[in-house]
């Protein structure tokens, strides 16, 4: 049976109305059988009857937890709501990939640990010691760590998913040790402080950065709007429902999440490694 949990941060969640309870299972292992999910279930959404679930990711991500919620007959409604961009140090990142010998890579998200193994196998895919925050980041590395011939080694997670954690946990290797940390440009100072304060020697690389997506349809929005759930991956996302006029009360996946608004009861909801950030849309 699969594993899910819910897991409290600060004070006791508050249930969800017995309608909107959702129960999740492991997704499609055939990548394709989730990307056809996506599809005909955002198509089938908008179209024919009204979401049960709004999903909130880039464009192409949404694919697994779609999959997942449409074996429990529940239909989404693919909005994305953020792209990724080019961050302006990801030019230099195999160049320095190429000419250093860092002691740890700290990978703090999927998208991070993507647009790493790109930069990685253009510098010819040396030999690098990971940190990641957490599973679901692990997961992004799966099969660069069956075809790299053991170049790659994910050697630490922190005991909470975190990048607190993750700073306050990561192995000190001798008098000076050296980490490469490539973030968001939008990713706070918390993680090279704190290992900083350490006596860590941080090399921090903005290589990508989030942005609003450019266009959204408003007939979607509108459906969406109406729907009981909304399912976010990153503060920037929050950010965006609150500009469309989305109202919710808040049930977060996370301490960057809890930042935005403390006051709010929180959870974590886990599955499969992967962690979401569900709402509770006040306006259905």
Not at 51 to 79: F, S, Y
Not at 208 to 215: F, K, S, W
Not at 234 to 250: Q, V, W, Y
Request: charged letters at 15%; hydrophobic letters at 40%; glycine letters at 6%.
């Amino acid at each position: 049976m699969p594993h899910f949990s819910l897991s409290p941060l600060s004070c006791a969640p508050s249930p969800l109305p017995p309608r909107r309870r959702i129960f999740l299972a492991p997704p499609r292992t055939a990548a394709s059988s989730a990307t056809d999910a996506a599809s005909s279930s955002t198509s089938s959404s908008a179209s024919n009857f009204a979401p049960k679930v709004v999903v909130t990711r880039e464009r192409g991500k949404n694919a697994k937890l779609i999959a997942a919620l449409a074996k429990h007959e529940i239909n989404c409604l693919e909005l994305p709501l953020i792209e990724h961009i080019q961050g302006p140090d990801l030019g230099r990142l195999p160049s320095v990939l190429g000419d250093n010998a860092f002691d740890w890579v700290v990978i703090t998200s999927p998208e991070a640990g993507s647009v790493f193994l790109e930069a990685w196998r253009s510098s010819g895919m040396p030999h690098v010691k990971i940190g990641v925050v957490g599973a679901g980041t692990a997961s992004i590395f799966k099969e660069a760590l069956q075809s790299s011939n053991r170049s790659i080694d994910i050697a630490f997670v922190p005991s909470k998913a975190t990048g607190k954690v993750l700073a306050t946990e990561l192995p000190k290797i001798g008098n000076k040790c050296t980490v490469l940390y490539p973030a968001s440009a939008k990713a706070s100072n918390e993680i090279e402080e704190g290992l900083s304060n350490r006596g860590f020697e941080v090399t921090r690389m903005n290589t990508y950065t989030t942005v609003p997506v450019q266009h959204v349809d408003h007939t979607v929005l509108k459906i969406a709007l109406a729907a009981p759930v909304v399912t976010v991956a990153s503060p920037s996302s929050i950010r965006e429902l609150i500009m469309f006029g989305f109202n919710m009360s808040i049930r977060c996946k996370g301490d960057s999440c809890v930042k935005l608004d403390a006051s709010n009861d929180c959870f974590i909801l886990t599955i499969l490694g992967c962690c979401f950030c569900p709402f509770v849309n006040q306006a259905s």
